[in-house]
């Protein structure tokens, strides 16, 4: 499968605001829904993720979702097409995807890794 990019371009590509829990007072926290895609969950880790310009292999086997806080750069999957990606982009790799980072700019992503 090949990793999902997503990028928003602006507030537009957003659901409307909903309630994101049953208030009882103020503030009332909302949320607005860019993507949604069903996955199962099992174990689950989380962190931040930094790597200076260079090119390496994709090492994490498990799902993950990255959202990249800052720098630019590609992953191309083994077989396919670079998928460029820059600060504010999110990318879903699905389990066992293999490819090749290259990174342009020095990178700092958050991640979620599911399985």
């Known amino acids: ?52 310009p260079g090119r390496l292999r994709r090492a994490v086997m498990q799902a993950e979702f990255s959202y990249f806080i800052e720098g630019k750069g590609s992953f191309t999957p083994d077989g396919g097409e670079p998928i460029h990606f820059k600060a504010g982009d999110s990318i879903y790799f699905a389990a066992q995807t293999h490819g090749e980072w290259e990174i342009v700019e020095k990178v700092r992503k958050t991640y979620f890794i599911v399985g």
């Open 1 to 52: 499968m090949t990793p999902v990019l997503i990028r928003l371009e602006n507030d537009h590509q957003f659901s409307e605001p909903v309630p994101a829990s049953l208030p009882v007072g103020e503030p009332v926290p909302l949320t607005r829904t860019a993507v949604h895609h069903d996955i199962a969950t099992q174990n689950v880790s989380g962190g931040f993720w930094e790597c200076s």
